[in-house]
C-alpha cells in the first residue's frame, strides 16, 4: 500500500531519516520488506511544522508524483529543513490515479494526516461516505483518494476535540457502510494524525490483520544499548520516530505498535489505548 514515519521532538534536520537511515523512507520506497507492496514509487509527500512557529501555523507541504528516490528537490528540501514534527509518505497506488492530489499527508487548518493502507472496495461506499461529510469541509476535498475521504469524515466527526473518539466513529461508519454494501472486512490501515504537539498513530483492520507499525525506543536506553553508535547523537532526548517499518537492523531500537491500538506520542513518551479491540 504505502510506507510513513511520523517525527516529533528537538528540531531535526529531515533528511536523518527520510534520506540518511539505513533503511530510511526513501530506502523503503525502493524495496519494502514489510509492505504489502516492494515498491513505493507513485509519489510522495513531505509536510512539516515550521521550527520557529510550530505549533501556531499551519504545517508546510511539499508534494510531487515523482518517485521519492528520483527526485532531487526532495533530497534539496529535507537537508535543508529543521523540524519539531514532521510527516512523510510514500505511495503505492492501490486505485485512485497518480496525481498530486493524492500524495498524503493531506492537511486542515493546522492538521495533518496520513494512511497506509485502504477501504476496501472503496468504488462501492464511495459516494455515502463522502456524503456523509459535513459540507463545510466538502470542498476541500481535492483529490480521489479513500484516505482524504476519511479524513474529512474525521473532521466532521469531531478529530479537533478529540482525535481518538473520531477516529472511532470514522471507523465505524466506514465499516458499517462498507457492510451495508457486502464488504466483510472494509476497514485496513495505520494512520497518523497530528495537531502540530501531538501525534495520533493508529493501527486497526477489520480483519484483524493490519499493516505494520513501530516506534522508537526512549533515546537515552539507546544510548545506554548502543554507545559506540555515533548516530543517536544526532537526536535530542526527546525525539520519538512512528514508522511503517524499522529504519535500521538494530534489535531493540524499534517495537511494534499491538494489533487494534493507538500510539499517542508526545513530548512526555509514548501512550498506548485500545482502539475499537471490541468492535
Known sequence: MCRWLAYVGEPLLASTVILDAQHSLVAQSLNSPLGHETVNGDGFGFGWYPEESAPHSGPAFFHSIEPAWN??????????????????????????????TNCHPFRHENWMFM???ALDDFEKSKR???????????????????????????????????????????????ESVGHDHGIPFPMQGTVAVTDGVTIWAFRYSSARRTRTLFHSVDIDILREMYPDAERLTLFGSHARLVVSEPLNDLPGVFTEVPESTVAIVDAEGYRYQPFLDAA
Do not use: C, W
Open 115 to 117: 494512511h497506509n493502507g
Open 128 to 174: 455515502d461516505l463522502t456524503f456523509a461529510v459535513d459540507p463545510s469541509l466538502y470542498p476541500e476535498i481535492r483529490g480521489t483518494t479513500d484516505s482524504e475521504v476519511l479524513f474529512h469524515l474525521a473532521l466532521t466527526l469531531g478529530l479537533k476535540e478529540d482525535p481518538i473518539a473520531a477516529m472511532e466513529k470514522a471507523v465505524r461508519m466506514v
Open 71 to 100: 527526485d532531487e528537490n526532495l533530497r534539496e528540501l529535507t537537508r535543508s529543513v529543521r523540524s519539531p514534527l514532521f510527516f512523510s509518505h510514500v505511495r503505492a497506488a492501490a486505485g485512485p490515479p497518480i496525481q498530486r
